[in-house]
């Protein structure tokens, strides 16, 4: 009954994986979002460092040059492969909300939201994790000396690095904002949005990155002048932190989501990332669906109907530590094949709707990078500050730009947040508590080797990582850069509408679509940044592919 879409060959013609190139030796490979930190993470392997070396370098490098995406002000999932022993684990550096924090805070006399509360100012701002992640993974497993892997970024920040098309576009789109922000004028040129080639130098990120470098960042990021800076820039806009969540932030250790599918182990993100539930129950469900080509519309309705329950169930999900979540029930294999019996096959179903409608700008920003190394440790790793530019606080004196991680909670359950993403009582804001997540850094493994792989893109993470794991599966031949460019849809329950990409579409695709019941929704822009790197089994070389929405200003 389905066609391929008409764009497929056009987007597959038009590869480009600048940012991924192997440096010359066929066992490692990386693939970030930009090509300084793919180059830095590159020189860490040829300096004799591991893939946690080259994660540290190539997160703090991207800290610096994509200051709109990921930060020492924000967090993320780090998902690692120990080679030795074949063990996973995630480190999950997600930022908390500090303990003063009351949902009342972010609503008025007359219970309405205050508006932006939790996208821009200190209240927005959570209590950040990535340079507590930094840390850790410089202790558990780097070779090299923290000072020496942070020395890139560390270079970059003080010395600048000439800004590309991408982030021209990006301060565009954010520069009144950054011109209302504290501090952040750094990220503009005289107060404007700079031109390509405007040489951005961030000195006093610099020296931050230096102490940490020097003393590690429990002294040097969550106690002292830094974290005094930090206090006291949030609670001048409004934000209720104290010096003791600083203090008190830890990454915590935990055991990924891992699931079998038809012969292949993925790995992905565990709570309070949604992703890799998301993704153990998509699988589990077209396990009994038999699906094939992602674009032919037969694929593509089933793909559409098992993400929309998965994230129908997403309601259900919060922070482990601090909710009691059904996970066991959401991911039990009969529940799953009933739920797929339900599934017609040539009708979208109605599921009954989330409490009442509402919609955001959904303009979401953050990174991903995938690494293999010579002994075959991995590390995927998806890192935010939420929206572009986060809260636009940058710290006094410190060089960090804060997150607006606080608008991943639900205030309430018929309030959708920035990625129009409904929560139950699982993501209600509560003190201590991590707020949940999309992000879905994630390993495939089968009998031809296995893929490393993630994106930004909010809650289209989680549909961009189950598409390129299902053509990945379906292929004999791994054809990495076409992975990372395939034209992408996405359902995420509510709205009841599939997204799709301007290109690749076509209008007979869009047709067949509706006739099943389908809401089409075109979203103007392609989304998604895709970092992937696939080591074959044996002795085959490694590759790296990077997604061409990177190289074209894409939004995501
Ligand atoms: N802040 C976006 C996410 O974590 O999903």
Redesign the pocket.
């Known amino acids: 009954m389905g066609r391929r879409p008409a764009g497929c060959i056009l987007a597959v013609a038009l590869l480009c994986g600048a940012m991924a190139a192997n440096a010359g030796d066929p066992r490692f490979a990386v693939a970030s979002a930009h090509p300084l930190a793919t180059a830095a993470g590159y020189r860490v392997f040829e300096n004799g460092g591991n893939a946690c070396d080259a994660a540290i370098t190539v997160a703090a490098v991207l800290a610096v040059v994509e200051p709109y995406s990921s930060g020492l002000g924000g967090g993320g999932f780090f998902l690692l492969h120990d080679a030795a022993s074949g063990s996973q684990v995630m480190i999950d550096a997600r930022e908390v909300a500090p303990s003063a924090v009351r949902p009342a805070l972010f609503f008025d006399d007359a219970g309405r939201p205050r508006a932006g509360a939790s996208v821009r100012g200190g209240l927005a701002a959570a209590i950040p994790g990535l340079p507590a992640a930094i840390d850790h993974l410089a202790r558990r497993c780097a070779k090299l000396p923290l000072h020496s892997t942070l020395a890139p970024a560390i270079a970059l920040a003080r010395d600048g690095f000439a800004v590309d098309p991408r982030y021209v576009r990006i301060a565009q789109m954010r520069e009144k904002f950054l011109q209302e922000a504290a501090g952040a004028g750094v990220f503009l040129d005289n107060g404007r949005a700079p031109g390509p080639g405007h040489v951005l130098r961030q000195p006093d990120l610099a020296v931050t990155l230096q102490r940490i470098g020097r003393e590690g960042a429990a002294r040097a990021f969550y106690r002292g002048t830094v974290a005094e800076g930090m206090v006291r820039t949030v609670n001048a806009a409004g934000g209720v932190w104290q010096s003791a969540d600083l203090e008190a932030y830890r990454v915590v250790e935990r055991v990924p989501q891992r699931f079998r599918y038809r012969g292949a182990t993925i790995t992905a993100a565990a709570l309070p990332?949604a992703g890799g539930v998301a993704l153990a129950q998509a699988f589990g469900m077209l396990a009994h669906l038999d699906p094939g080509d992602i674009h032919e519309t037969g694929t593509a309705h089933l793909v559409v109907e098992v993400l929309r329950r998965a994230f129908r169930d997403r309601l259900a999900l919060g922070d482990p530590d601090h909710a009691a979540v059904p996970l066991a029930e959401l991911l039990d294999g009969g529940r799953l094949r009933v739920e797929a019996a339900g599934i017609d096959r040539r009708r979208a179903s109605s599921l009954a709707p989330p409490v009442s409608d509402g919609t955001g700008p959904g303009s979401?920003n953050?990174t991903h990078f995938s690494i293999i190394d010579r002994e075959g440790n991995r590390v995927a790793a998806t890192l935010?500050i939420?929206l572009l530019f986060g809260s636009g606080l940058v710290a006094q004196g410190t060089g960090v730009l804060l997150n607006n991680?606080m608008d991943?909670f639900t205030l309430c359950p018929d309030l959708a947040n920035s990625?129009r993403l409904r929560g139950g009582e699982a993501n209600a804001m509560a003190p201590g508590k991590r707020?949940l997540?999309?992000?879905t850094p994630a390993f495939v493994e089968d009998d031809k080797g296995v893929l490393v792989l993630g994106a930004p893109g909010?809650?289209r993470?989680i549909s961009q990582v189950l598409l390129a794991a299902l053509e990945y599966l379906r292929h004999p031949v791994v054809d990495l850069k076409r992975l990372v460019a395939l034209p992408r849809y996405h359902h995420q329950y509510w709205p009841d509408r599939v997204e799709i990409e301007p290109e690749g579409f076509s209008a007979e695709w869009r047709a067949a679509m509706e006739r099943m019941g389908h809401r089409l929704h075109v979203v103007n822009r392609r989304w998604g940044n895709m970092q992937a790197v696939f080591q074959p089994r044996g002795d085959g070389a490694a590759q790296a592919a990077s997604d061409p929405r990177g190289g074209d200003v894409a939004w995501y």
């Open positions: 990332s979401g953050t935010t939420n991680q991943d990625f707020p997540s999309s992000m909010g809650s993470i």
